[in-house]
Protein backbone atom coordinates (compact mmCIF):
# COMPACT_ATOMS: atom_id res chain seq x y z
CA UNK A 1 0.00 0.00 0.00
CA UNK A 2 1.33 2.81 -1.01
CA UNK A 3 0.93 6.31 1.67
CA UNK A 4 -1.06 8.47 -0.57
CA UNK A 5 -3.96 5.26 -1.19
CA UNK A 6 -7.37 5.93 0.57
CA UNK A 7 -8.65 3.07 2.17
CA UNK A 8 -12.41 2.05 0.78
CA UNK A 9 -15.25 0.68 3.24
CA UNK A 10 -18.47 -0.72 1.86
CA UNK A 11 -21.29 1.58 3.41
CA UNK A 12 -23.45 -1.65 3.44
CA UNK A 13 -21.07 -3.44 6.83
CA UNK A 14 -17.99 -1.62 7.00
CA UNK A 15 -15.67 -3.97 5.64
CA UNK A 16 -12.43 -3.12 4.41
CA UNK A 17 -12.56 -4.04 0.39
CA UNK A 18 -9.57 -1.80 -1.41
CA UNK A 19 -8.05 1.55 -1.51
CA UNK A 20 -8.49 4.59 -3.95
CA UNK A 21 -5.60 5.65 -5.68
CA UNK A 22 -5.18 9.15 -6.31
CA UNK A 23 -4.04 9.66 -9.82
CA UNK A 24 -4.40 13.27 -12.21
CA UNK A 25 -7.92 14.11 -11.85
CA UNK A 26 -9.28 11.06 -10.80
CA UNK A 27 -8.94 7.80 -8.86
CA UNK A 28 -7.72 4.38 -9.43
CA UNK A 29 -9.96 1.57 -7.43
CA UNK A 30 -6.89 -1.08 -6.01
CA UNK A 31 -8.36 -4.33 -4.61
CA UNK A 32 -6.62 -5.85 -1.53
CA UNK A 33 -3.94 -7.84 -3.52
CA UNK A 34 -2.89 -3.85 -4.44
CA UNK A 35 -3.99 -4.73 -8.10
CA UNK A 36 -5.76 -2.01 -10.11
CA UNK A 37 -9.09 -2.51 -11.30
CA UNK A 38 -9.46 0.08 -13.17
CA UNK A 39 -8.19 2.89 -15.68
CA UNK A 40 -8.29 6.62 -13.73
CA UNK A 41 -12.13 7.53 -12.89
CA UNK A 42 -14.01 9.59 -10.95
CA UNK A 43 -14.53 8.73 -7.18
CA UNK A 44 -18.47 6.90 -7.56
CA UNK A 45 -16.67 4.64 -10.20
CA UNK A 46 -14.13 3.33 -8.56
CA UNK A 47 -16.22 2.89 -5.39
CA UNK A 48 -18.63 1.18 -7.41
CA UNK A 49 -15.86 -1.66 -8.75
CA UNK A 50 -14.56 -2.01 -5.09
CA UNK A 51 -18.02 -2.86 -4.18
CA UNK A 52 -18.34 -4.77 -6.72
CA UNK A 53 -15.94 -6.91 -6.11
CA UNK A 54 -16.06 -7.35 -2.39
CA UNK A 55 -14.33 -9.82 -0.99
CA UNK A 56 -15.22 -13.23 -2.93
CA UNK A 57 -11.85 -13.31 -5.20
CA UNK A 58 -10.12 -13.81 -2.09
CA UNK A 59 -11.71 -17.31 -1.54
CA UNK A 60 -10.75 -18.38 -4.80
CA UNK A 61 -8.05 -21.23 -5.67
CA UNK A 62 -4.82 -19.05 -6.47
CA UNK A 63 -0.86 -20.46 -7.81
CA UNK A 64 2.02 -18.50 -6.38
CA UNK A 65 5.18 -19.19 -7.96
CA UNK A 66 8.04 -20.57 -5.90
CA UNK A 67 11.57 -19.57 -5.68
CA UNK A 68 12.48 -22.97 -8.82
CA UNK A 69 9.69 -21.08 -11.34
CA UNK A 70 6.88 -23.99 -10.32
CA UNK A 71 3.54 -22.99 -9.61
CA UNK A 72 2.29 -24.25 -6.11
CA UNK A 73 -1.83 -24.41 -5.51
CA UNK A 74 -2.23 -22.06 -2.82
CA UNK A 75 -5.71 -20.52 -0.54
CA UNK A 76 -4.99 -17.18 0.62
CA UNK A 77 -4.92 -17.40 4.60
CA UNK A 78 -4.70 -13.15 5.66
CA UNK A 79 -4.67 -9.91 3.97
CA UNK A 80 -2.77 -7.20 5.29
CA UNK A 81 -1.80 -3.59 4.11
CA UNK A 82 1.72 -4.84 3.46
CA UNK A 83 1.31 -8.30 2.79
CA UNK A 84 -0.54 -11.40 1.69
CA UNK A 85 0.04 -14.57 3.49
CA UNK A 86 -1.15 -17.58 1.44
CA UNK A 87 -0.86 -20.90 2.78
CA UNK A 88 -0.62 -24.39 0.23
CA UNK A 89 -4.01 -25.87 -0.25
CA UNK A 90 -4.24 -29.04 1.48
CA UNK A 91 -8.19 -29.89 0.36
CA UNK A 92 -9.39 -29.46 3.95
CA UNK A 93 -6.93 -32.24 5.37
CA UNK A 94 -6.95 -31.79 9.34
CA UNK A 95 -3.80 -33.98 9.49
CA UNK A 96 -1.71 -32.06 6.94
CA UNK A 97 1.58 -29.99 7.34
CA UNK A 98 0.11 -26.23 7.30
CA UNK A 99 2.51 -24.71 4.55
CA UNK A 100 2.35 -20.35 4.54
CA UNK A 101 4.20 -17.85 2.38
CA UNK A 102 4.31 -14.76 2.41
CA UNK A 103 4.27 -12.00 -0.41
CA UNK A 104 4.59 -8.55 -0.15
CA UNK A 105 2.22 -6.07 -1.46
CA UNK A 106 1.18 -5.04 -4.64
CA UNK A 107 0.93 -8.46 -5.54
CA UNK A 108 1.47 -9.08 -9.21
CA UNK A 109 0.04 -11.92 -11.51
CA UNK A 110 3.81 -13.07 -11.81
CA UNK A 111 4.07 -13.85 -8.27
CA UNK A 112 0.18 -15.01 -7.07
CA UNK A 113 -2.54 -15.78 -10.18
CA UNK A 114 -5.94 -16.73 -9.98
CA UNK A 115 -5.98 -20.93 -11.09
CA UNK A 116 -6.69 -21.65 -13.82
CA UNK A 117 -9.06 -23.97 -14.05
Known amino acids: ?4 WIEHRRADDGEHVGWMKP ?16 EIVDWLSAEEVLDDLGLRYLADPHELRLDDGNWLRVRIAEVTPSSVRVKK ?3 G ?10 VSLPVTEEQLRPLLR
Open 89 to 91: DDW
Open 1 to 4: MESN
Open 23 to 38: VADGFVAIDLLGRPRT
Open 93 to 102: DMTAPQIYFT
